[in-house]
């Protein structure tokens, strides 16, 4: 029965062509990458890899993390990272996945890929709800070859592994890092609109040793629950007709330099 049960769940989300930010993969001993367990210090849905849905927002309160009807599994694990350091967010159709395209998203599914962070004082604990969230990565719409164009192809190409670094200028402390792809297929679509994946992994940020940069706190932060609607440019793209030019939803993206 637990055979049937299983099989029934992986062929529903074979179906979906759905994701996941399910765990990282950070640099170890110089340039050594090591793959984390999947949900050590990322906060995984269990077994549904079902997106926050812009229409209607049903679970719209939580978008900053995921759950609801995604119950996610929980972990105690916060995971030590330097200021500057580049971290991999990796992304799969469940939790088995390979890395192989198409075990990542399905390529019907493009638009952004994005990351935020908020500094908290328990990142195990925090759910992320509020203001606080500021945008440090973000892989929109590139002119180029049909299938390179955009972030989730890019994705898709790198074997799940979204690029991120840590701004080398924050301040050291727990932070939650909330990876996200937007999906676009039906953002024009009436009664429908774009698809958000996302997850939180848990940080605590520590100072890079050598450092000289000066802590820079971001200028403006941003409510998850509000940051996106219908009126913000990028989630009602038809990805269907002729692009020139996309601006990635979620506000303006942190930078340490100017």
């Not at 080398?168 to 932070?175: A, Q, V």
Request: with cysteine; net charge positive.
């Amino acid at each position: 029965m637990k055979t049937t049960v299983s099989l029934l769940m992986a062929l529903a989300a074979l179906a979906n062509a759905h994701s996941f930010f399910q765990q990282l993969e950070l640099k170890k001993d110089g340039n050594q990458w090591n793959m984390m367990k999947v949900g050590e210090g990322v906060r995984v849905p269990e077994s549904k890899n079902s997106p926050i849905w812009f229409t209607p927002h049903k679970s719209w309160e939580f978008l900053p993390c995921n759950g609801g009807d995604n119950a996610l599994k929980k972990t105690d694990v916060v995971v030590n990272v330097n200021t500057g350091d580049e971290i991999h967010a990796i992304w799969r159709l469940l939790h088995n996945s390979g890395s192989s395209p198409d075990e990542i998203i399905d390529k019907s599914h493009k638009g952004p890929v994005i990351a935020y962070m908020k500094k908290v004082e328990n990142a195990a604990t925090d759910p992320g709800s509020g203001d606080g969230w500021f945008k440090i990565q973000q892989d929109g719409w590139k002119d180029g070859p049909k299938g390179e164009q955009w972030g989730v192809d890019r994705l898709r190409k790198n074997k799940g592994k979204q690029q991120i670094i840590v701004p080398d200028c924050i301040e050291p402390g727990n932070y939650l890092l909330r990876a996200e792809i937007i999906a676009l297929h039906e953002a024009a679509q009436a009664g429908k609109g774009p698809q958000f994946y996302m997850s939180c992994a848990q940080l605590k940020v520590n100072t890079r040793p050598g450092s000289k940069a000066t802590v820079k706190k971001p200028a403006k932060t941003y409510d998850m629950t509000k940051v996106y609607n219908k009126d913000v440019p990028g989630l009602t793209t038809d990805i269907y007709n002729t692009i020139t030019k996309y601006e990635v939803p979620g506000g303006e993206e942190f930078k340490c330099s100017v």
